[in-house]
């Protein structure tokens, strides 16, 4: 399934006939210019793929492809998994962190206005970021031919996410300052990891103490010092040869 396009549908059919429509039988139809004995895949985004052949163009209306699902395939999520908190960016960086972030495999993402944020969202604009996220989120697995799609949370404040972590496993928190590198720490063979990616600025160290007193561990990546939109994906990375993410 390495060349087929990827399409997602809110429920993932079984073998047997199905109509591509709306908004992804559009794409494909018109945009795509999908045409009969092309294959593609569908998938509901939590953890079901479709491999499936177009047997017509359009004949269940305009903007719609007549399939034939062939195999349905169940994908598990990782054993370890990451939610990553992401501090807001600013400017179009906010959605290169998503982008990136998806791509390297996040399995949630957390936006968390930090002390130190540049960008600040508020009232209707916090609704509007999350959904833009969102929607990044979700083109992202697509290209990424993704059978999981992240959830991306709503908004968190510093108190938010310091009540977060008693529920992981392991919780980290990048910081550039830090002496203990991510490669010293035991990290678990299955269960849950937190990610807490601070802003440009670097975490405020009132949040640190509060992350700290939660139980998380604060880690330098590297010896480089990475951009806010580019270190979660990096820390992924490396949680996927550390981890059996990637076995």
């Known amino acids: 399934m390495s060349g087929e396009a990827w399409y997602l549908v809110d429920q993932a059919p079984g073998v047997g006939s199905f109509v591509l ?3 992804e039988g559009r794409h494909a139809a018109t945009v795509r210019r999908t045409r009969p004995g ?3 895949v569908l998938t509901d985004g939590r953890g079901t793929r479709c491999l499936a052949t177009v047997v017509g163009d359009g ?3 305009k903007g719609t492809l007549d399939l034939r699902v062939e195999a349905v395939t169940r994908v598990p999520q990782p054993v370890v998994t990451v939610t990553v908190v992401q501090a807001l960016p600013k400017g179009e960086r906010s959605d290169l962190a998503v982008d990136l972030l998806t791509e390297a495999g996040v399995d949630a993402i957390v936006p968390w206005q930090a002390a130190r944020c540049v960008a600040r969202w508020a009232g209707p604009k916090a609704d509007r970021g999350v959904q833009k996220w969102r929607t990044v989120a979700r083109e992202a697995g697509k290209q990424s031919r993704r059978p999981w799609l992240p959830a991306v949370g709503e908004l968190a404040s510093t108190a938010e996410v310091t009540e977060l972590i008693a529920g992981f496993d392991l919780a980290l928190v990048l910081h550039e300052a830090q002496s203990r590198p991510l490669t010293d720490v035991t990290l678990p063979t299955s269960g849950r990891v937190l990610l807490v990616v601070g802003p440009e600025g670097g975490v405020a160290p009132e949040e640190i103490e509060a992350f700290a007193a939660a139980g998380a561990i604060a880690v330098r990546l590297g010896h480089e010092v990475l951009r806010t ?7 992924l990375g490396a949680l996927g040869v550390l981890t059996p993410r990637w076995a």
Do not use: M
């Open 59 to 61: 004949s269940a209306g």
């Open 38 to 40: 092309e294959r593609l």
């Open 229 to 235: 939109s580019t270190a979660g994906a990096v820390a």
């Open 21 to 23: 429509d709306g908004v």
